[in-house]
C-alpha cells in the first residue's frame, strides 16, 4: 500500500485570531510611523538644503507626514502587489493569509527602523549615504528571510519550508534584480 | 586631618591635569586684529560698492552677466587698485585682473561674465598663495503688480546685502587691509570677485580651473559668502579629516562666534560641480569642494534646533536672503542688526587666521583627499558595490533554500512518503475536527501517516 501523508490545513481560527489581536489593529500606524523615521534624515536634510527657501507654506514636521506617508502608501500598493504575486503560488495556501500579511509588515518595520538608525551615521560620516542603497538592499533581504523564516517555523510542514521560502522571497529577489537593473541602465544611459 | 588633606590634594591635582592637559595646546589667536579696526572700513566699503548716497545706483542690479554686474567688477577693480601694494591679477586666465566667464545660462543661452582678481604680493621666493573669493552678482525679487488691472510679474533688485554686497565689502576692506599692513606674511594673497554665481558658479567654476592649472602654488581658498545674517558663523572644509581643517578649526572656532559645520551634512549626490555637494559649499565653495587644493567656505546662519542645521538664517524667524528685505535699511532698521559689527567679526577672524606664524604651513598642508572622494562619491562603484551585494543576496537565498531542500527530502526518505495529500479549509466549509486549535495550541497543521 502506498504510505501517503495528509495534511489537513484550516487556517479559518487562525486568521481570525489574528484579526483580532491588538497587534494587527495598530499594525497600520506603525507601518507608516517606521516610514516617517526612514524618511527623517532625508527630509531633514533635504530642508537643510532648501533652507534659503523651504515649501514656504508648510513646517518641518507636514513635509515629513508628506513625504513618509508618500513612501508608505508607495510601499503599501509594493506589499498588495507582492501578496498578490504569491498567491499564484499553491504553497502559498498552506499559511494563515493573514499571518502573511502582518509578519511581512513587521518585517518591513523593522527593516525601516534599523535603515532609519543607520541614515544617523550620515551626520557623523556624511560620505556613507551614497552607499547607503546597499545597505538598503542586505537589509530589507534580511528581514525578508527572517519573515519567511518565521512563517515557515510557525504554519509550514517541513516537507514545504523549501517550496514557500521560493514562493515568498522570488519576489523580492526579482524586484531587486529589476532596481539593480534600473540604476544600472540609468547610469550608462 | 587626613581626609581635609586628601581632599585638598585631590582638588590640586584636577586642577593641575586642567591646566596641564584640558587646555588647548595652541594659543589661538595672537588677536593683531581687533574688529573695530576693520569695522569702519568695512561700513564705507559696503555704502561706496551699494552707491549708497548716491542718487543713480548702477550696481543695484547686478544679475549674472548683466551691465549691472559688469558695472560692480569694474568699480571692485578700479577701486581696489588705487591702494598702494594692490596688483590686478595678470596671468593666461587673467587679463589686468579681468577673467573673461563663458556660461550657458538657466535659459538656455549662451552668455558672458566676469571675474576680477587682485593681488597682495610677498618678497617671498616662490611664495604660496592664499586665495579669497566671494560672488558679486545678485538675484531679482519677482513680484506680482498688477498693471491696468492685468496681473504681471516684474523683476525688483535689492542692495543685497546679504547676498553678496556684504561678502564684497568684507573682501574689499580686507584686501586694503593687507595691502596697506607692514608686515610681509610670506605669502600671496589674491582676492577674487566672481560673476554668474547665481548660474551655478561659473564664475567660481573657472577660477578653480585656473588655480588647478598648478594647485601647488596654492595653499587655501577661503570662500566667503552671506555671512551678514545669522547669529553664529561657520567654517567648513571636508566631510573628512585632515590636518589643514583641524588646524584652523583649532584656530577659528569658539572665536568670533565662529562654529564648525561639520556635523551637519546635507548631501545631495547628484546635483553639484562634482556630482555631489554638501549645505556647508552652498555658495561658491561649491566650485572647489572635494578639490586638490584645500578650501575653507565660511558663511553665516542660525541654529534652529533639529530643523535648522545652522544654513537657515537670523533671529528674524525669516529667511531675508533674497527678498526685497535683503537691504541696509530693513537689516538694521527692521530686524535690528549691526551689519558693520557682524562683517567686522568675520574679518577679524579671517585677518587673524592670516597672522598666525605657522598658517601658511599648516594650513598649505595637502589634503590628500581626492581619493576618497573619488571612491566615496563615485557612482560607478557605488553600482558595482550594488551589484556584487544582489549576487551575495542571491548566494545566501540560495542556500537557505538548499539547506530547507535537504532537509525536506530527509524526512520524505525517513518517513517512506511516497505521496503527499494537502486539504485546504475554504472560509465556507464545515469546521474540521482535527484541524480545530485553541489559541494556546499548535498552528494549523496535522499530519498524518497512513
Given at each position: 500500500?502506498?504510505?501517503?501523508?495528509?495534511?489537513?490545513?484550516?487556517?479559518?481560527?487562525?486568521?481570525?485570531?489574528?484579526?483580532?489581536?491588538?497587534?494587527?489593529?495598530?499594525?497600520?500606524?506603525?507601518?507608516?510611523?517606521?516610514?516617517?523615521?526612514?524618511?527623517?534624515?532625508?527630509?531633514?536634510?533635504?530642508?537643510?538644503?532648501?533652507?534659503?527657501?523651504?515649501?514656504?507654506?508648510?513646517?518641518?514636521?507636514?513635509?515629513?507626514?508628506?513625504?513618509?506617508?508618500?513612501?508608505?502608501?508607495?510601499?503599501?500598493?509594493?506589499?498588495?502587489?507582492?501578496?498578490?504575486?504569491?498567491?499564484?503560488?499553491?504553497?502559498?495556501?498552506?499559511?494563515?493569509?493573514?499571518?502573511?500579511?502582518?509578519?511581512?509588515?513587521?518585517?518591513?518595520?523593522?527593516?525601516?527602523?534599523?535603515?532609519?538608525?543607520?541614515?544617523?551615521?550620515?551626520?557623523?560620516?556624511?560620505?556613507?549615504?551614497?552607499?547607503?542603497?546597499?545597505?538598503?538592499?542586505?537589509?530589507?533581504?534580511?528581514?525578508?528571510?527572517?519573515?519567511?523564516?518565521?512563517?515557515?517555523?510557525?504554519?509550514?510542514?517541513?516537507?514545504?519550508?523549501?517550496?514557500?521560502?521560493?514562493?515568498?522571497?522570488?519576489?523580492?529577489?526579482?524586484?531587486?534584480?529589476?532596481?539593480?537593473?534600473?540604476?544600472?541602465?540609468?547610469?550608462?544611459? | 586631618?587626613?581626609?581635609?588633606?586628601?581632599?585638598?590634594?585631590?582638588?590640586?591635582?584636577?586642577?593641575?591635569?586642567?591646566?596641564?592637559?584640558?587646555?588647548?595646546?595652541?594659543?589661538?589667536?595672537?588677536?593683531?586684529?581687533?574688529?573695530?579696526?576693520?569695522?569702519?572700513?568695512?561700513?564705507?566699503?559696503?555704502?561706496?560698492?551699494?552707491?549708497?548716497?548716491?542718487?543713480?545706483?548702477?550696481?543695484?542690479?547686478?544679475?549674472?552677466?548683466?551691465?549691472?554686474?559688469?558695472?560692480?567688477s569694474?568699480?571692485i577693480l578700479?577701486?581696489l587698485?588705487?591702494?598702494?601694494?594692490i596688483?590686478a591679477i595678470?596671468d593666461?586666465y587673467f587679463?589686468?585682473g579681468v577673467q573673461?566667464v563663458?556660461?550657458?545660462?538657466?535659459?538656455?543661452?549662451?552668455?558672458?561674465s566676469q571675474n576680477v582678481g587682485v593681488v597682495i604680493?610677498?618678497?617671498?621666493?616662490?611664495?604660496?598663495t592664499v586665495t579669497f573669493c566671494t560672488n558679486i552678482?545678485?538675484?531679482?525679487?519677482?513680484?506680482?503688480?498688477?498693471?491696468?488691472?492685468?496681473?504681471?510679474?516684474?523683476?525688483?533688485?535689492?542692495?543685497?546685502?546679504?547676498?553678496s554686497?556684504?561678502s564684497v565689502?568684507?573682501l574689499m576692506?580686507l584686501a586694503?587691509?593687507?595691502?596697506?599692513?607692514?608686515?610681509?606674511?610670506?605669502?600671496n594673497i589674491e582676492f577674487a570677485f566672481l560673476g554668474a554665481g547665481?548660474?551655478?558658479n561659473s564664475g567660481a567654476l573657472a577660477l578653480n580651473r585656473r588655480l588647478?592649472?598648478?594647485?601647488?602654488?596654492y595653499?587655501l581658498v577661503v570662500c566667503v559668502d552671506?555671512?551678514?545674517?545669522?547669529?553664529?558663523?561657520?567654517?567648513?572644509?571636508?566631510?573628512?579629516?585632515?590636518?589643514?581643517?583641524?588646524?584652523?578649526?583649532?584656530?577659528?572656532?569658539?572665536?568670533?562666534?565662529?562654529?564648525?559645520?561639520?556635523?551637519?551634512?546635507?548631501?545631495?549626490?547628484?546635483?553639484?560641480?562634482?556630482?555631489?555637494?554638501?549645505?556647508?559649499?552652498?555658495g561658491s565653495a561649491?566650485a572647489f569642494?572635494?578639490?586638490?587644493i584645500?578650501m575653507?567656505?565660511?558663511?553665516?546662519?542660525?541654529?534652529?534646533?533639529?530643523?535648522?542645521?545652522?544654513?537657515?538664517?537670523?533671529?528674524?524667524?525669516?529667511?531675508?536672503?533674497?527678498?526685497?528685505?535683503?537691504?541696509?535699511?530693513?537689516?538694521?532698521?527692521?530686524?535690528?542688526?549691526?551689519?558693520?559689527?557682524?562683517?567686522?567679526?568675520?574679518?577679524?577672524?579671517?585677518?587673524?587666521?592670516?597672522?598666525?606664524?605657522?598658517?601658511?604651513?599648516?594650513?598649505?598642508?595637502?589634503?590628500?583627499?581626492?581619493?576618497?572622494?573619488?571612491?566615496?562619491?563615485?557612482?560607478?562603484?557605488?553600482?558595482?558595490?550594488?551589484?556584487?551585494?544582489?549576487?551575495?543576496?542571491?548566494?545566501?537565498?540560495?542556500?537557505?533554500?538548499?539547506?530547507?531542500?535537504?532537509?525536506?527530502?530527509?524526512?520524505?526518505?525517513?518517513?517512506?512518503?511516497?505521496?503527499?495529500?494537502?486539504?485546504?479549509?475554504?472560509?465556507?466549509?464545515?469546521?474540521?475536527?482535527?484541524?480545530?486549535?485553541?489559541?494556546?495550541?499548535?498552528?494549523?497543521?496535522?499530519?498524518?501517516?497512513?
Open positions: 500500500m502506498q504510505n501517503s501523508k495528509i495534511i489537513n490545513v484550516d487556517n479559518r481560527k487562525e486568521n481570525a485570531r489574528i484579526t483580532a489581536s491588538f497587534s494587527h489593529k495598530i499594525l497600520p500606524f506603525l507601518f507608516v510611523l517606521s516610514f516617517l523615521w526612514l524618511k527623517f534624515f532625508d527630509e531633514l536634510t533635504m530642508f537643510n538644503m532648501d533652507a534659503t527657501a523651504g515649501w514656504g507654506w508648510s513646517s518641518f514636521a507636514v513635509e515629513l507626514f508628506l513625504y513618509g506617508g508618500f513612501f508608505a502608501l508607495v510601499n503599501f500598493c509594493l506589499l498588495f502587489c507582492y501578496r498578490m504575486i504569491i498567491t499564484a503560488s499553491p504553497h502559498t495556501h498552506l499559511v494563515p493569509d493573514v499571518a502573511i500579511k502582518d509578519n511581512i509588515m513587521w518585517a518591513m518595520i523593522a527593516r525601516n527602523l534599523m535603515l532609519g538608525a543607520l541614515y544617523f551615521l550620515c551626520f557623523s560620516m556624511p560620505f556613507l549615504y551614497g552607499y547607503m542603497i546597499v545597505a538598503d538592499l542586505v537589509i530589507t533581504f534580511v528581514a525578508f528571510i527572517v519573515f519567511a523564516i518565521i512563517i515557515i517555523k510557525k504554519y509550514c510542514d517541513v516537507v514545504f519550508a523549501p517550496y514557500l521560502f521560493k514562493a515568498l522571497l522570488l519576489p523580492l529577489i526579482i524586484y531587486e534584480f529589476i532596481m539593480v537593473g534600473i540604476d544600472c541602465m540609468g547610469y550608462f544611459i | 586631618m587626613r581626609k581635609w588633606f586628601s581632599v585638598i590634594l585631590t582638588f590640586i591635582m584636577a586642577f593641575a591635569c586642567w591646566f596641564g592637559f584640558g587646555s588647548s595646546s595652541r594659543k589661538a589667536f595672537a588677536s593683531t586684529v581687533e574688529a573695530p579696526i576693520l569695522t569702519a572700513s568695512i561700513e564705507s566699503e559696503l555704502k561706496n560698492f551699494l552707491q549708497y548716497d548716491e542718487a543713480e545706483k548702477t550696481r543695484l542690479a547686478r544679475e549674472a552677466g548683466s551691465t549691472g554686474e559688469a558695472d560692480a569694474a568699480y578700479s577701486s587698485l588705487a591702494t598702494p601694494g596688483e595678470n593666461g587679463v589686468s573673461a563663458e556660461y550657458v545660462s538657466s535659459n538656455g543661452f549662451s552668455s558672458k604680493k610677498s618678497a617671498t621666493e616662490n611664495a604660496k552678482d545678485n538675484v531679482a525679487v519677482i513680484e506680482a503688480v498688477s498693471v491696468g488691472g492685468e496681473p504681471q510679474e516684474i523683476k525688483v533688485f535689492t542692495e543685497s546685502v546679504n547676498q554686497a556684504g565689502a568684507l576692506a586694503r587691509h593687507f595691502a596697506t599692513s607692514v608686515i610681509d606674511l610670506g605669502f547665481a548660474e551655478e588647478n592649472t598648478d594647485a601647488s602654488k595653499a552671506k555671512v551678514v545674517l545669522g547669529d553664529s558663523n561657520y567654517i567648513f572644509m571636508q566631510d573628512f579629516g585632515c590636518e589643514y581643517a583641524s588646524y584652523i578649526s583649532e584656530i577659528m572656532v569658539g572665536h568670533y562666534n565662529f562654529k564648525n559645520f561639520n556635523k551637519t551634512s546635507c548631501l545631495a549626490i547628484g546635483s553639484g560641480v562634482n556630482l555631489f555637494s554638501h549645505a556647508g559649499v552652498a561649491g569642494y572635494g578639490g586638490k584645500n575653507l567656505s565660511v558663511f553665516s546662519g542660525n541654529y534652529n534646533g533639529v530643523s535648522g542645521l545652522g544654513n537657515s538664517e537670523s533671529t528674524a524667524h525669516k529667511n531675508l536672503t533674497y527678498t526685497l528685505y535683503d537691504n541696509i535699511a530693513s537689516i538694521e532698521g527692521t530686524y535690528d542688526i549691526s551689519i558693520k559689527t557682524k562683517l567686522g567679526m568675520v574679518a577679524s577672524a579671517l585677518a587673524n587666521l592670516l597672522y598666525q606664524p605657522d598658517f601658511i604651513v599648516e594650513a598649505g598642508k595637502p589634503n590628500n583627499l581626492q581619493n576618497a572622494y573619488g571612491f566615496w562619491y563615485n557612482e560607478k562603484y557605488q553600482l558595482f558595490a550594488y551589484g556584487v551585494c544582489m549576487v551575495l543576496v542571491f548566494v545566501v537565498y540560495f542556500i537557505v533554500y538548499d539547506g530547507l531542500m535537504k532537509k525536506s527530502q530527509k524526512n520524505i526518505a525517513d518517513g517512506g512518503i511516497e505521496s503527499l495529500i494537502v486539504n485546504i479549509a475554504e472560509p465556507g466549509d464545515p469546521p474540521q475536527e482535527e484541524a480545530k486549535m485553541s489559541e494556546k495550541e499548535e498552528p494549523p497543521k496535522e499530519d498524518k501517516n497512513e
